[in-house]
């Protein structure tokens, strides 16, 4: 089918000429302590963060369990996917980033995974109990050899187990 | 003359911008507010789901649009490209060119296209830093994009790149066109 040319706008201005000026607000590239102020924001809610966390780790762990009871397992991986992703989203903002690497590897699985079989179910609560020890022990920053270890070897069991479609 | 590129003077004086956050969880969504507000930004509103964003949108005093992908299922379903194509597309945004920020975890290169070709200004992947999240911001109000229109596509420009000057054919037309 054939596609008609473009329109091209001019880019709109009216919000730029309000905003845009050379005597007061902040450089389009923050100042060294511009940003330090700006993440202090980020590092006051911390606390914030790990409570967060904590309780949809715990959330987590009885959707796990009501998928090894069989109790409407694909309304429980939609659980479970919404959760790991918002833990994923979390946890690099706030200095965790092997956090997110591991939420990221379990969603990676769960959106893969209607009805998880046990060797499945199992992948899935290794996920969420090594980001039980990540809080436990906050472990800022990327983590040491042994959890990169363990990251891999999770991704391996992903990728091992992942259902094949088609 | 001073040597100093012109972008080097420029600021931003967010206070004179009004921003929506529409963000389901509870604290990413406080941070964005903070984070604001300590840019001394004053306007601020908060959402959670598709009905009470575009129920602030359709007031008519929203400068920037920063959402979340995966909105609160509470507001009758939706997503945060329901809203961009809300704003890019129904006859009842008040703004169809405002700015958008889209944040979301779902950070693969396929959502980013997906993002893109929906009419997204900028794309905020998470977990990010508050400098990349302050970068984008400050592309979108004081670098905006020409806009596009065409066939089911309205939205800024999805070209990043100027290669200066083209001699060639019209690339955006199909050559049973030329």
Redesign the interface.
């Given at each position: 089918m054939?596609?008609?040319?473009?329109?091209?706008?001019?880019?709109?201005?009216d919000?730029?000429r309000?905003?845009?000026?050379?005597?007061?607000?902040?450089?389009?590239?923050?100042e060294p302590a511009e940003?330090r102020?700006?993440?202090e924001?980020?590092e006051?809610?911390t606390d914030?963060?790990t409570a967060?966390v904590a309780e949809r780790l715990r959330q987590l762990r009885q959707t796990i369990a009501d998928v090894a009871g069989g109790n409407d397992e694909p309304q429980a991986m939609r659980i479970i996917r919404?959760l790991s992703?918002?833990i994923?989203?979390?946890?690099?903002?706030?200095r965790y980033?092997l956090l997110?690497a591991y939420a990221k590897s379990l969603?990676d699985f769960a959106v893969q995974v209607d009805r998880p079989s046990a060797v499945q179910t199992d992948i899935l609560a290794a996920h969420i109990d090594a980001m039980y020890v990540v809080m436990a022990e906050r472990i800022t920053g990327v983590g040491g050899r042994r959890e990169r270890d363990l990251l891999e070897a999770l991704q391996t069991a992903v990728e091992k187990h992942m259902p094949r479609h088609g | 003359m001073s040597d100093i590129p012109m972008a080097d003077h420029e600021r931003i004086d967010f206070s004179r911008v009004s921003f929506l956050v529409v963000e389901p969880n509870r604290l990413m969504g406080q941070m964005v507010r903070d984070v604001l507000m300590m840019l001394d930004a004053t306007s601020i509103e908060r959402a959670r789901d598709l009905a009470s964003a575009t129920a602030i949108l359709r007031l008519g005093r929203t400068d920037v649009l920063i959402t979340e992908w995966a909105l609160s299922v509470n507001g009758g379903g939706g997503t945060g490209m329901d809203i961009v194509d809300w704003v890019r597309n129904d006859p009842a945004s008040p703004n169809r060119m405002m700015p958008i920020l889209m944040m979301t975890a779902n950070s693969e290169e396929e959502y980013v296209c997906r993002a893109r070709d929906c009419g997204v200004s900028e794309f905020v992947a998470k977990p990010y830093t508050v400098n990349g999240f302050y970068t984008r911001l400050a592309a979108a109000i004081a670098r905006p994009r020409q806009f596009v229109r065409i066939d089911d596509y309205f939205g800024p420009d999805r070209r990043r790149r100027r290669e200066g000057h083209y001699d060639g054919p019209e690339r955006r037309e199909p050559a049973d066109l030329r």
């Amino acid at each position: 089918m054939a596609r008609k040319k473009a329109d091209f706008l001019p880019p709109p201005q009216d919000l730029q000429r309000r905003a845009v000026n050379f005597t007061k607000g902040y450089r389009l590239k923050l100042e060294p302590a511009e940003l330090r102020r700006l993440e202090e924001v980020v590092e006051k809610a911390t606390d914030a963060f790990t409570a967060e966390v904590a309780e949809r780790l715990r959330q987590l762990r009885q959707t796990i369990a009501d998928v090894a009871g069989g109790n409407d397992e694909p309304q429980a991986m939609r659980i479970i996917r919404a959760l790991s992703l918002d833990i994923k989203g979390m946890g690099g903002t706030f200095r965790y980033p092997l956090l997110s690497a591991y939420a990221k590897s379990l969603n990676d699985f769960a959106v893969q995974v209607d009805r998880p079989s046990a060797v499945q179910t199992d992948i899935l609560a290794a996920h969420i109990d090594a980001m039980y020890v990540v809080m436990a022990e906050r472990i800022t920053g990327v983590g040491g050899r042994r959890e990169r270890d363990l990251l891999e070897a999770l991704q391996t069991a992903v990728e091992k187990h992942m259902p094949r479609h088609g | 003359m001073s040597d100093i590129p012109m972008a080097d003077h420029e600021r931003i004086d967010f206070s004179r911008v009004s921003f929506l956050v529409v963000e389901p969880n509870r604290l990413m969504g406080q941070m964005v507010r903070d984070v604001l507000m300590m840019l001394d930004a004053t306007s601020i509103e908060r959402a959670r789901d598709l009905a009470s964003a575009t129920a602030i949108l359709r007031l008519g005093r929203t400068d920037v649009l920063i959402t979340e992908w995966a909105l609160s299922v509470n507001g009758g379903g939706g997503t945060g490209m329901d809203i961009v194509d809300w704003v890019r597309n129904d006859p009842a945004s008040p703004n169809r060119m405002m700015p958008i920020l889209m944040m979301t975890a779902n950070s693969e290169e396929e959502y980013v296209c997906r993002a893109r070709d929906c009419g997204v200004s900028e794309f905020v992947a998470k977990p990010y830093t508050v400098n990349g999240f302050y970068t984008r911001l400050a592309a979108a109000i004081a670098r905006p994009r020409q806009f596009v229109r065409i066939d089911d596509y309205f939205g800024p420009d999805r070209r990043r790149r100027r290669e200066g000057h083209y001699d060639g054919p019209e690339r955006r037309e199909p050559a049973d066109l030329r």
